[in-house]
């Protein structure tokens, strides 16, 4: 799943193309990925990109309208890439009509959305995958969708001190990995990020967030903005369709259990990434630099070899 830095780097490139630029057409491929229903998509043409915003891992085109919808207040293409989403861009769409369809259960990619610009280019929001969980709203105003309004704070915000991480930390005991995941405490962490972060960081990924001391509140909230700048400036200037491959060739822990941990500090350890397990996810540590050298227990391979 795309997170902060790709989600990011993905807004700069379409601001990039778009801005200025007008709608001619949006066309629905997914008739189950589109979430609202007034306005229209069909609202969008006519009207001006006027921005490509990210709130959290939501990307956000602002289109001005060409009549006078909502008083000429802007309207909000705002979509959710989920596991299996991407935004593919094109100089020269195909000119053949989307044709809407249910969805389906298809492996293979599926045109879920088509944006049309006046000069022929624009993007495609696919999504592969048999589980569909791609999201696309049009609204007036991002905070109507309630996944939006409720997202806690931005990591990389300048009011997101070690001092509001630590009221974070001291609000829920729970697992911090946990915390570094949960959209409504902080904004655009993911998966991959969390497990980057707590192996910068020194951390265990089911360390209790009620332990957390001074000192280890702030090498977390260090190891937070370092790894997020450190993925920005990797995922920066580069186009959609490399994205991916450049977020995994980045990676220190996070899928590469087997392999050499590289070490905190950069320095390897001398130990391997090792793995655990969900039904729907899996995590990357280094016992070394994160556990005191003792691995994880991890039920769903125990069972496995029962």
């Known amino acids: 799943m795309p997170e902060l830095p790709e989600v990011a780097a993905l807004a700069d490139f379409l601001r990039a193309r778009t801005a200025g630029r007008t709608v ?8 189950a990925a589109l979430k609202t229903f007034d306005p229209q ?5 006519g009207g001006r990109v006027s921005d490509v915003a990210r709130h959290g891992k939501w990307l956000d085109l602002e289109v001005s309208p060409a009549g006078s919808e909502a008083d000429g207040a802007p309207l909000h293409l705002v979509f959710h890439l989920s596991r ?4 593919r ?9 989307v044709r809407p369809s249910l969805g389906g259960s298809s492996r293979g990619a599926v045109l879920a959305l ?4 006046d000069d022929g280019s624009g993007f495609d929001l696919t999504e592969a995958g048999t589980r ?7 609204v007036r105003d991002p905070a109507e969708i309630e996944m939006i309004a409720s997202l806690g704070v931005e990591p990389l915000d300048p009011g997101f001190t ?16 946990g915390l570094l995941r949960d959209q409504r405490a902080i904004a655009g962490i993911g998966n991959a990020y969390s497990d980057e972060i707590l192996l910068v960081g020194r951390f265990s990924p089911y360390k209790l967030t009620g332990s957390f001391t001074p000192e280890e509140t702030a090498r977390l909230h260090t190891a937070i903005g370092d790894v997020l700048t450190e993925a920005i400036a990797a995922a920066s200037g580069k186009p959609a369709k490399e994205l991916k491959d450049a977020k995994r060739a980045g990676m220190r822990v996070h899928g590469r259990t087997g392999q050499p941990c590289p070490g905190w500090d950069g320095t390897p350890c001398g130990d391997t990434v090792h793995e655990v397990s969900f039904a729907d996810r899996s995590m990357q540590y280094c ?7 003792k691995p994880l227990a991890d039920r769903r391979m125990s069972k496995l070899l029962r």
């Open 132 to 138: 569909k969980r791609l999201a696309v709203h049009v």
């Open 24 to 31: 001619s057409a949006v066309e629905v491929g997914s008739i």
């Open 89 to 97: 861009w094109s100089d020269a769409l195909p000119t053949t009509p």
């Open 41 to 45: 998509p069909a609202a969008l043409a």
């Open 162 to 177: 070690t001092e509001v991480l630590a009221g974070l930390l001291a609000a829920k005991n729970q697992q911090v990995k």
């Open 287 to 293: 016992p070394t630099c994160q556990t005191g050298g």
């Open 84 to 87: 299996g989403g991407w935004v």
């Open 114 to 117: 088509r944006v049309r610009l």
